[in-house]
């Protein structure tokens, strides 16, 4: 095994869910598709991030619903802006023309899954300022990404309701509340991306053979789990430090890999040099094996997930910043009157001896007028009030407010 392989052997467990047409095709893939490998290194860049944020914490992203979301999001964006999010997101030498060409191959490529798997992807807009979206940048999101522009009126609670039920409905029910609040009067424009996945292994596990097992925490401590065993033939890799495996869905496209490091091992470690090269390498070293797999039946999940610090260290935090967000791409409003309030990010899986069931969702919440704030104060009850000189600190007036309207 290479170098490369061996340095990021040291690992726990790392579990990732991905895209596999077999090895040569997916190779093919990334060759013609630019966004396969772009989206790879940002997921694992991301995933760096949120780890190193949540130490021994589950963390669990869809880099496919991330990117759409924040691909939408790019094409309203200008000058520094732009480059800042593109350099975030690995698309670093890619036109925008490139960019959304490719995520419409990705879209209807995999809106057509083995026969034994059901993988369904949408992209929405939800206006809340009429006639504040450009046209140019309603036609780019629904020419490429399928986005069609709904214009909700903010200032009723439809609006939140409406976005929730929507992404419910595509991610059957998984995933029912995808964004918190809409400020009425502040926020222009929600994107949002769901994926939803329902996986049948191509082998089932018997039922018979699940016993409740001990599982090792990174701490020293154990847990219980219940536990699923299946022998069979596999893709598998024993390398310097560390095992692996490949679970196949039906039909044989998609596949679940997991990696087993030997103990002593960190996750962090892991994450912390992962990198789409090195994660290629170990693809590559897979091979037909006999064996046995005893794996955890689990549902964990990442609810309403801000990935605003993460993607702010990875370079793209001008687009967070009033006054120095540049979307007049996506809007008529004046440059820095418009940014990103908060990227939330929703996934969860379930896991069992029948598949897979998976569920992402992801909201890049746009807003203007007032910078982002940390806290709400509503003053709707009897309040005190001053009005004091800083210079001398006399207090010129003071006053006990019940009732404002006498």
């Known amino acids: 095994m290479s ?36 989206n790879t290194e940002f997921g694992f860049a991301l995933l760096r991030q949120l780890c190193e944020s949540r130490p021994g914490a589950n963390v669990l992203i869809s880099p496919t619903s991330i990117a759409a979301a ?27 023309r490139q960019v959304n060409q490719a995520n419409l191959a990705i879209r209807q490529a995999l809106a057509k899954p083995d026969s034994g798997v059901e993988l369904k992807l949408a992209n929405s807009l939800w206006a809340f300022m009429p006639g504040v979206v450009r046209d140019s940048f309603r036609r780019t999101n629904e020419r490429y990404y399928g986005a069609a522009v709904t214009e909700l009126d903010p200032y009723t609670t439809e609006a939140t309701r409406t976005i929730n039920e929507w992404v419910g409905k595509k991610t059957d029910g ?19 991306n769901a994926v939803y ?32 065993w299946r022998a069979d033939e596999f893709d598998y890799v024993r390398g310097n430090g560390f095992q692996a495996i490949r679970v196949p869905y039906s039909g044989g496209r998609f596949g679940m890999y997991v990696f087993l490091p030997d103990s002593g091992s960190s996750l962090a470690s892991f994450v912390h040099e992962l990198d789409f090269l090195q994660w290629r390498v170990l693809l590559d070293s897979f091979q037909r094996r006999t064996g046995g797999l005893l794996l955890p039946k689990m549902k964990v999940g990442s609810k309403m997930l801000g990935l605003n610090p ?8 001008e687009a967070f ?62 309040f005190l009030l001053a009005i004091v000189d800083s210079k001398t600190g006399a207090v010129v007036f003071l006053g006990a407010i019940n009732d404002p309207t006498k």
Request: glycine content about 8%.
């Open 321 to 382: 910043e009033y006054g120095l967000a540049d979307f007049t791409r996506m809007t008529t409003l004046p440059r820095g009157e418009v940014w990103i309030r908060e990227v939330i990010h929703n996934s969860v899986i379930e896991v069992d001896e029948t598949g897979t069931v998976a569920a992402a969702s992801t909201a890049v919440e746009m807003t203007c007028g007032l910078p982002r704030t940390t806290f709400g104060m509503v003053v709707d009850r009897p």
């Open 3 to 38: 170098t490369i392989a061996r340095r990021v052997a040291s690992a726990t467990l790392v579990f990732f869910l991905g895209l596999r047409v077999g090895a040569s095709v997916a190779r093919g893939l990334e060759a013609e598709n630019p966004i396969v490998r772009s």
């Open 197 to 228: 996945l329902k996986g049948r292994w191509a082998e089932p596990f018997d039922l018979s053979q699940t016993r409740e097992r001990d599982f090792h925490l990174s701490d020293g401590s154990t847990a219980k789990v219940m536990a699923m």
């Open 310 to 317: 993460a993607l702010t260290t990875l370079g793209m935090g």
């Open 174 to 192: 998984l995933i029912r509340r995808a964004v918190d609040t809409v400020f009425p009067g502040v926020d222009v424009l929600f994107l949002v």
């Open 70 to 96: 924040l691909h939408m999001t790019w094409n309203g964006a200008a000058g520094t802006t732009k480059a800042a999010m593109a350099h975030a997101m690995s698309l670093e030498g890619l036109t925008a």
